[in-house]
Antibody
Framework: QLQESGPGLVRPSGTLSLTCAVS?????????WTWVRQAPGKGLEWLGEIFPSGNTNYNPSLKSRITMSVDKSKNQFSLTLTSVTAADTALYHC?????????????WGQGTLVTVSS | QSVLTQPPSVSAAPGQRVTISCSGSGSNIGSTYVSWYQHFPGAAPKLLIYDNNKRPSGIPDRFSASKSGPSATLGITGLQTGDEAHYYC???????????FGGGTKLTVL
């Protein structure tokens, strides 16, 4: 089970920070941990993924604004997005890519809504 | 604009069958596996189909899927009002090196 948490409101040009708590599984398994978002009225956008070793893959559209990290002691992983604008307003989900087999997300968190506004 | 293309909405009567299409390209659906997700507002999206046509444990066989070239299709038979949700296709894109999704299809069971 995955549960997102973080501030629901972020000021423009500020930093968005979210955490995904993992339960019922160890974040130290050989699995990719992922962030996906959905802006109002739009489809799902893959933001990036992190492996327990710290290896990451990020969506190039986010350029240098995105950072992901893993906290093994707390069994959670995090997303940081800097220089946010209204375009970053979205429902943010975390998810797991199960070890082995093809790429897919299972399970997902229910998401946390982040609004960028002054 | 989503990398994968889905119809915004589909509808059908209870008990009937509906299909949802997902169109991509050779760098995603055409060369990788497709997954499908069901999403009720306020809930976590759920994996319905993986590896193009496999159902995870607990997903009824009313849900099926297929893939042909750069396109995929989700089928739902014996429609129930409880199936009303948004459905998304997803795949890894080998050229962009990112996960990609469709824009989502809202299913209405009339």
């Amino acid at each position: 089970q995955l549960q997102e948490s973080g501030p629901g409101l972020v000021r423009p040009s500020g930093t968005l920070s979210l955490t995904c708590a993992v339960s019922g599984d160890s974040i130290n398994n050989n699995e990719w941990w992922t962030w996906v978002r959905q802006a109002p009225g739009k489809g799902l956008e893959w933001l990036g993924e992190i492996f327990p070793s710290g290896n990451t893959n990020y969506n190039p559209s986010l350029k240098s604004r995105i950072t992901m990290s893993v906290d093994k002691s707390k069994n959670q992983f995090s997303l940081t997005l800097t220089s946010v604008t209204a375009a970053d307003t979205a429902l943010y989900h975390c998810g797991r890519v199960p070890a082995g087999g093809s790429w897919r997300l299972d399970p997902w968190g229910q998401g946390t809504l982040v609004t960028v506004s002054s | 604009q989503s990398v994968l293309t889905q119809p915004p909405s589909v509808s059908a009567a209870p008990g009937q069958r509906v299909t949802i299409s997902c169109s991509g390209s050779g760098s995603n659906i055409g060369s990788t596996y497709v997954s499908w997700y069901q999403h009720f507002p306020g809930a976590a999206p759920k994996l319905l189909i993986y590896d193009n046509n496999k159902r995870p444990s607990g997903i009824p066989d009313r849900f099926s899927a297929s893939k042909s070239g750069p396109s995929a299709t989700l089928g739902i038979t014996g429609l129930q009002t409880g199936d009303e949700a948004h459905y998304y296709c997803g795949a890894w894109d080998n050229s962009l090196n990112i996960g990609v999704f469709g824009g989502g299809t809202k299913l209405t069971v009339l």
